[in-house]
């Protein structure tokens, strides 16, 4: 089964950047990230297709927020910036090891999950 190993995490303040790493072990269909801050539910942030590079964000990080891959070192990366305190949260990584159903911003839709990244944006 794939792994998914993230990094890069952290604390910064408003208005700052981090990049979140995703390194997968093997082949996926789509990445994507989530985040789930404490008592809220887990949210999709973003995602980002194998097959073409096409990529979709949530409506509260787009112009802030840009997913990429590494196909070379087989990583996705998450480049976050202008944050903001609302942003903190417990970052996740999740993948589709194949072509499943749902909406892309439903967390059914992925089968494979990384550890969790801490980020905190305070003000």
């Known amino acids: 089964q794939v792994q998914l190993v993230e990094s890069g995490g952290g604390s910064v303040q408003t208005g700052g950047s981090l990049r979140l790493s995703c390194a997968a072990s093997?082949?996926?269909?789509?990445v994507a990230w989530f985040r789930q801050a404490p008592g809220k539910e887990r949210e999709v942030v973003s995602v980002?297709?194998?097959?073409?590079?096409?990529?979709l964000y949530g409506d509260s990080v787009k112009g802030r927020f840009t997913i990429s891959r590494d196909n070379s070192k087989n990583t996705v990366y998450l480049q976050m910036n202008n944050l903001k305190p609302e942003d903190t949260a417990m970052y996740y990584c999740?993948?589709?090891?194949?072509?499943?159903?749902?909406?892309?911003?439903?967390?059914?839709?992925?089968?494979?999950w990384g550890q969790g990244t801490q980020v905190t944006v305070s003000s």
């Open positions: 093997g082949y996926t269909v789509s």
């Open positions: 980002i297709y194998s097959t073409d590079d096409s990529t």
């Open positions: 999740a993948a589709e090891s194949a072509w499943r159903a749902g909406a892309w911003y439903r967390v059914q839709r992925y089968d494979l």
